[in-house]
């Protein structure tokens, strides 16, 4: 077992050594936002046989690439306009969207006992549950788990099915904010004539998110057991911790709690909502949790590249993918453009989201960009600016290539920076010797957030 572990970590090892490579060849990239693509010249931080590529085979090039990425098409390897490095990031991105694919398997459903809930959830929810339950389920019964605490529990959908299918095991829902623990209670009064499970309980309580995590843990069962005459804290207790999609530092809160809390048998947790990690000089923050990116001294992530780590990279090429097959490739050049106008008139931050209309047969940029400003309700174009808008517009067509480019390689370094970050965590858990695993609970178009940590701890490290 120790031999596998010591592979396993060397494998990881050698993977995130591999992608911060590639971040730091990127690094201009990584941290760049689109609406800056031609008042920053954006282009020019490509590679310069990219460029080449982009600007003697224009589409071609760029369909291939972006269909390339995506693991369901094949690779045409005959292909002669793509450059080596292109081909060789194509192979690093399409090897972690691959390993991120839910394999086939027979569709898990959720249990019969537990149907009279489907009503209460929405269908991602039902989506979520019916893959997720079964490794949880397996979790409980391979490790004896005595008491489930669900961190972050929302309206408590997974809590109140595990505490159904299991009896013997008592379930502790912690939710922050106490409009959702009530929205959990209000469902299960309705659950209670449908034979509501009695072993479930909840708490409404913010984690204190410190140096302090077993005291501050423990503080709180105790409160809980006082409350409901239950034995969370009890020392015999075998404790899974559970998380779907803990926001930010929560998920790495639930892995530091995990390794150092004595009575914490399991952890199954499927990370979400990277953009609200904290790095801190104290390490109490949420990344780097590793010994391994510590050493090295990799203390953070850029803001850009977490927040992309969020999205769905598979949705997101595949709908540029669409745009360059309908040849709607000004679509995104024109939203760059007025996102220019928009963030100028935003007060609020220089750099938020805007809706954007479609752009309409035969409009021209004055048009477009007006239009999502009176959307927003924003002063119109001066005419200085129509000026710009114009001038902007009409740019040499590789440019509008480039762009695409620029945005594909935004999309892929979202990928490295979620595997960075999962590798990172179960990297801490092998250093700590836990037994630690990923596994593909959902389809990632299904639900974007799809791969869980799973880790147990051996008999010697509860002893001790």
């Known amino acids: 077992m120790e031999n596998k572990v010591d592979k396993e970590i060397q494998r990881l090892r050698c993977s995130m050594v591999e992608d911060l490579r590639l971040l730091n060849y990127f690094e201009a990239l990584s941290d760049f936002f689109m609406v800056d693509y031609y008042t920053h010249s954006a282009y020019d931080m490509l590679p310069k046989s990219w460029l080449e590529s982009v600007n003697q085979y224009g589409d071609v090039i760029l369909k291939q690439f972006c269909m390339s990425l995506l693991p369901e098409n094949p690779v045409n390897i005959h292909c002669p306009v793509m450059p080596l490095s292109m081909m060789c990031f194509i192979a690093l991105i399409r ?57 972050g529990s929302g309206v408590g959908h997974a809590s109140r099915f595990i505490a159904k299918q299991n009896p013997q095991c008592m379930v502790l829902r912690i939710e922050a904010q106490s ?37 501050s843990f423990f503080q709180l069962l105790n409160d809980a057991d006082n409350a409901n005459g239950t034995t969370f804290a009890c020392p015999e207790s075998r404790i899974l911790l559970l998380g779907l999609h803990p926001c930010g530092n929560l998920g790495s809160y ?104 479609k752009r309409a047969k035969g409009e021209n940029i004055i048009k477009f960009t007006n239009k999502n400003l009176v959307l927003h309700k924003l002063p119109e174009l001066e005419k200085e600016e129509e000026e710009l808008a114009l001038k902007l517009s009409v740019v040499d067509q590789w440019k509008t290539w480039a762009y695409y480019l620029v945005y594909v390689l935004k999309i892929s370094l979202g990928v490295i920076g979620e595997s960075i970050i999962l590798n990172d965590r179960i990297l801490f858990l092998l250093e700590a010797r836990c037994n630690s695993q990923f596994e593909i609970l959902f389809d990632p178009r299904e639900s974007s957030r799809n791969v869980a940590i799973v880790s147990s701890k051996t008999l010697l490290q509860l002893k001790n």
């Not at 309705?190 to 499970?197: A, G, I, R, V, Y």
């Not at 809390?261 to 909502?273: A, E, N």
């Open 254 to 357: 639930m892995l530091r709690l995990f390794k150092e809390c004595c009575i914490c048998q399991s952890v199954v947790i499927v990370s979400c909502c990277y953009l609200f990690i904290d790095s801190e000089p104290d390490q109490t923050g949420g990344f780097p949790l590793s010994n391994f990116l510590k050493e090295r001294g990799v203390l953070s992530l850029s803001g850009q590249l977490k927040e992309q780590a969020c999205h769905n990279a598979e949705f997101y090429l595949s709908r540029l993918l669409g745009q360059l097959n309908n040849h709607d490739e000004l679509s995104q050049n024109w939203r760059s453009i007025a996102d220019i106008f928009l963030s100028k008139r935003e007060s609020k931050s220089s750099r938020s989201w805007f809706k954007f209309k």
């Open 95 to 151: 090897k972690k969207l691959k390993a991120r694919i839910k394999q086939p398997c027979s569709k898990h459903r959720l249990p019969i006992s537990c149907k009279a809930q489907l009503k209460f959830l929405k269908p991602k929810k039902i989506v979520e549950l019916s893959d997720m339950l079964p490794c949880i389920q397996k979790v409980i019964t391979d490790q004896n788990i005595t008491h489930v605490v669900d961190i």
């Open 179 to 215: 409009m959702l623990i009530n929205k959990a209670t209000d469902i299960d009064v309705q659950f209670d004539k449908l034979n509501k499970p009695q072993n479930i309980f909840s708490s409404v309580c913010r984690l204190n998110l410190d140096d302090n995590v077993v005291s």
